[in-house]
């Protein structure tokens, strides 16, 4: 019983790593890019990347969510299936 709730909380653990990357990865990219744009151009607003990290990470769980909807969907029927055995 215990190595089948490890391995669910592995699972599980591993699911968020892999889900909060990309848009971890989207907003770092955007935040060098308008860091970038910001030293070159000398603007020193500090509001404006994190609007665009913002912006970016809706857009990008907007039109991608369902893409990552689809192992947390499995990820949860599995857990509900195997759920009587664990409370054994």
Partial sequence: ??????FHFQSTLSL???MALLPLLAAMAVGLLVGILQAVT???D???P??????????L???GGSLLAVPLE???AELF????ALTR
């Fill in 42 to 44: 000398q603007v020193q």
């Fill in 81 to 84: 299936d195997s759920f009587p």
């Fill in 50 to 59: 994190m609007t665009f990290k913002l912006l970016t990470v809706i857009l």
């Fill in 61 to 63: 769980l907007l039109f």
């Fill in 16 to 18: 968020v790593l892999y």
């Fill in 1 to 6: 019983m215990s190595e089948q709730l490890i």
């Fill in 74 to 76: 499995r990820e949860a």
């Fill in 46 to 48: 500090q509001s404006l």
